[in-house]
T-cell receptor, first 114, second 110 residues
Framework: DADVTQTPRNRITKTGKRIMLECSQTKGHDRMYWYRQDPGLGLRLIYYSFDVKDINKGEISDGYSVSRQAQAKFSLSLESAIPNQTALYFC?????????????FGPGTRLTVL | EDQVTQSPEALRLQEGESSSLNCSYTVSGLRGLFWYRQDPGKGPEFLFTLYSAGEEKEKERLKATLTKKESFLHITAPKPEDSATYLCAAADNYGQNFVFGPGTRLSVLP
């Protein structure tokens, strides 16, 4: 079974709708992240959480919110979706180490906003 | 501002034709340089972490090296199954903030 899972894998929605993307992990990691990927732009950090009570904004948090329901679950919400939020969304986890911390990614959610 | 660039943007090789991918970074106090492989429609798969200049790591046909300003991913005698996008990322002083490059799309033709 995959260590990091994301649901749904594909979603098509309309402008103005509220959307929630979910991430679950069985790696036992404390740290979780949400990224979006656009062609030619690489992965950009939206939000990250170092534990259940810790939520931090990333580079591009406007228009997004998150919820850390448990150590293993981290959800990303688009309150009112707009077409330029069409992208691939990835969840990642890391263990939290003294040295630079390897992140492990889920399979992604392809979101299309019409 | 922390920045990571990769070159070339795309690379086509014949099977067995060795080459290198470049990752250049400007990060405040590099704590780690990461390489990932990404297949179409899938999440990035971790390959290597390099922590200090001069460090090298190998895995099958891949070898990653690190200098003070850039990292190289050397691919020796590639096979078609090595076709993928290769991403590098740099972690800054705090070790947790990753800056990703845009990737190099590698195609290995049989």
């Amino acid at each position: 079974d995959a260590d990091v899972t994301q649901t749904p894998r594909n979603r098509i929605t309309k402008t103005g709708k509220r959307i929630m993307l979910e991430c679950s992990q069985t790696k036992g990691h404390d740290r979780m992240y949400w990224y979006r990927q656009d062609p030619g732009l690489g992965l950009r950090l939206i939000y990250y959480s170092f534990d259940v009570k810790d939520i931090n904004k990333g580079e591009i948090s406007d228009g997004y919110s998150v919820s850390r329901q448990a150590q293993a679950k981290f959800s990303l919400s688009l309150e009112s979706a707009i077409p330029n939020q069409t992208a691939l969304y990835f969840c990642a986890t890391s263990a939290g180490t003294i040295r630079a911390d390897t992140q492990y990614f889920g399979p992604g959610t392809r979101l299309t906003v019409l | 501002e922390d920045q990571v660039t990769q070159s070339p943007e795309a690379l086509r090789l014949q099977e067995g034709e060795s080459s290198s991918l470049n990752c250049s970074y400007t990060v405040s106090g590099l704590r780690g340089l990461f390489w990932y492989r990404q297949d179409p429609g899938k999440g990035p798969e971790f390959l290597f972490t390099l922590y200090s200049a001069g460090e090298e790591k190998e895995k099958e046909r891949l070898k990653a090296t690190l200098t003070k300003k850039e990292s190289f991913l050397h691919i020796t005698a590639p096979k078609p199954e090595d076709s993928a996008t290769y991403l590098c990322a740099a972690a800054d002083n705090y070790g947790q903030n990753f800056v990703f490059g845009p990737g190099t799309r590698l195609s290995v033709l049989p």
